[in-house]
């Protein structure tokens, strides 16, 4: 949450409140109040820093890249370097992440993510029309960062915290539990509550450990009010439970009140009168004997809905010990036991110890919420050769629903299992996905049922908590089942397992994303068996003459694909470790745009593996996998070279918008929400003659021409993106689908 403008006041109109300290010197001060308060060794020897992870993102992530899909390992080392300057000065770091999105802030959640979908927009289009990346004022975090950022932090060696409620709360009924020396963040809520001293992550010197310590204490003294009264206060000036616009007739009458009452104060600083207004009509409410407390008088002029709406904001800002409102029990989890009954007890606290823990991934919220979001990604909405993140997996994500709700049965037999299907997601309420894409209004969630492992529902219990050989086989071929990739469990210790899933996903994309071209996979493995002998200086010196936006979008989807790989292994049992998943091991999103210019160039594989022997070899050895697998499932790469041009304007076929042209939403909705039938026209004609790198060979065209693109096969965005129900719907093709597709 946040409180409007209370921040800006305390900087301009109060510039006593906001005082810089030296963490060093505080943690030192600390330790020696901590002492001669008699409290534990483990306090005393350690003094804490809560940290808001989420707050942290933007500015831990510093690389210079940040369209491509990420620099990986450099984020990695900048987090090494912000964590060592802290544990060189004695300070324990506990970092907290957010791990639900409660009801009661949905609609601020879809007002951001709509609001980030715009500059989103934005940044496609610079991009499209200048051929480089934007400036930070168009700045978006790259895809999963917040997810992967937690496992890093636990490579690290720190606690890392996923918040089973609104994280803010929890931070701050953290910091109070264990009496921490401060809350590093960027939130106005943490003034609010009666909490640990806020410190400033945006006026954080890393070099010299200082900071900015917004003073609670000093702003009650100046604005004349109770640290019990914030509460009220932050809710009047209006938050992310209750918004402006609820609190605005209370808010002018005290403005009324106030200008009447200093006709002259802060004359040009309308938001500190309007703070200071608010905090005169909360300090009035009470007589001047009776106990400042943050409920809510009677006196206040507000309509029963409004003051419900209150009392909910203000129950926000009440800790654990603090004094506790008539109106229930708000430290009460959330359950789903439309779900829970799926599963067993163990399964349960398992899910939650994972979450918590943030040592799993999508498991909890499916099992004990029954709903799962994804932020936005970085998808180009004018661009509809490629789905967006969010249909193409899909498949994979019901899959893990399927393998965590539906109930299944293994016998080992002889060493071999006997699968049996047990129970179906007839009597299964859905998942409710909110998943940011092109198309979606987010007015509500998509409704996605569970789907049954191809291979059969193997028992949860037995995944989770069985042991032995068979059922680590199990848990392989559960993983690869996920993906409909079973063949490649065959793989698994002969190559290294960060290159093992990088081949999974890939195949996986190239499997549900038809226009996906054999340059595109060629790009894909070249850069993964690259990235393996590169260091992070390296990888921050590969000059690019100019940004593809397909190539950003691509970077985006693999990157998308790595979170569902970790969702799939959490639910599977955890057959490899989650290193082997994080994309620091497999990917770098200024490598693999290079090596995608590279590839759609038409570039050699020598020139692709960078003249080096044995990364051909390996490479030659995945794409092989990849293309059987393919095959074997009817799915033929076809080439399709598409060297984008070194120019800063739109070609005039590039958005697809000919003249009479039905847009993507109209084929989509009149052919009933199924994936429509569209034509692809491409910038240039295909070359005729010459053979398909790496062996195959290009289709014969009629004489008549260059061919037809609606050869291609190709999805096009249908009923606004989305397919709503427990049906899994089939692409549309021009032409009819070999057996298996």
Known sequence: MGVKGLQSFMELCCPETCVTVNLRDMATQHVAKAQQGCTTAADTNSPTLIVDGMACLRHWYSCKDWVCGGQWREYMDVLKCWVEAFTSAGIRLVFFFDGVVEEKKRQEWVRRRRRVNGDVSKMFRHIKARGEQPGRNLFCLPS?????????????????????????????????QHSSMGILGQDTDFIIYDSAPYLSVAKLRIDRLTTVLYDRQRLCRSIGLAVTQLPLLACLLGNDVVSEEHMQ???????????????????????????????????????GEKEKTGLIPQSLNLSAP????????????????????????ISALPSSPAFEKRVSSDILKACREKHVTAEGYMVYGVVCEGVIECSNTLEDEEDFQLLPQALVYKPCRQHIYGLLLLHGQVNLLFGSFKVTHVGSAVDLPAIREWFVYP?????????????????????????????????????????????DCQELSELYGAIEDSLLTALCLVTYIALQVQTLSQEDVDAYLSQAVCLRL??????????????????????????????????????????????????WHSFDGRLFHSKYLLAHSG??????????????????????????????????????PNAPQHSHRSSPGSR???????????????????????????????GR?????????????????????????????????RSRGRHRLAPRWTQPPAPGT
């Open 689 to 721: 003659g010459g053979g398909m790198r790496g062996g195959h060979s290009r289709p014969n065209w009629p004489d008549a021409g260059p061919p037809n693109t609606s050869c291609h096969q190709t999805q096009a965005r249908g009923g606004r993106y």
């Open 439 to 483: 198309g979606n209004p987010l007015q509500e969630p998509d409704m996605v049922h569970p789907v049954s492992l191809p291979s059969g529902q193997p028992s949860l219990d037995l995944l989770w908590f069985g042991s032995g050989p068979e059922v680590s086989a199990l848990r392989l071929a559960s993983f690869f089942s996920i993906f």
């Open 534 to 583: 590169k260091c992070p200086r390296e990888l921050q010196q590969i000059k690019l003459s100019f940004l593809c936006s397909r190539a950003v979008q691509l970077g985006s989807l693999y990157v998308r694909g790595l979170s569902h790989l970790l969702g799939a292994n959490c639910a599977s049992g955890c057959p490899l470790p989650s290193a082997a998943l994080m994309p």
């Open 656 to 686: 697809h918008t000919g003249a009479g042209r039905e847009s993507w939403r109209e084929r989509g909705e009149a052919a009933g929400g199924e994936w429509g039938e569209r034509e692809e026209h491409e910038n240039r004609a295909w």
């Open 306 to 329: 409004q003051r419900e709406l209150l009392k909910r904001g203000i129950s926000a800002y009440l800790l654990p010990g603090q004094e506790a409102l008539q109106w229930g029990d």
């Open 144 to 176: 999963g960062l917040a997810t992967f950022t937690r496992f890093a932090l636990r490579s690290l060696g720190q606690e890392v915290v996923c918040s089973v409620q609104e994280a803010d709360y929890e931070i701050a009924s953290y910091a109070r």
């Open 603 to 640: 570039a050699e594989e020598t020139v692709l593996l960078e003249s080096n022997s044995s990364c051909l070899s390996l490479f030659l050895r995945l794409r092989d996998t990849l293309t059987e697998a393919c095959g074997r499932r009817g799915r033929v790469l076809q080439s399709r």
């Open 249 to 287: 007739h209370i808010r002018n009458n005290a403005m009324a009140a106030y200008r009447m009452n200093h006709p002259a104060a802060h004359s040009g600083a309308p938001q500190g009168e309007k703070v200071l207004a608010v905090s005169h009509l909360v300090s009035s409410l009470w007589g």
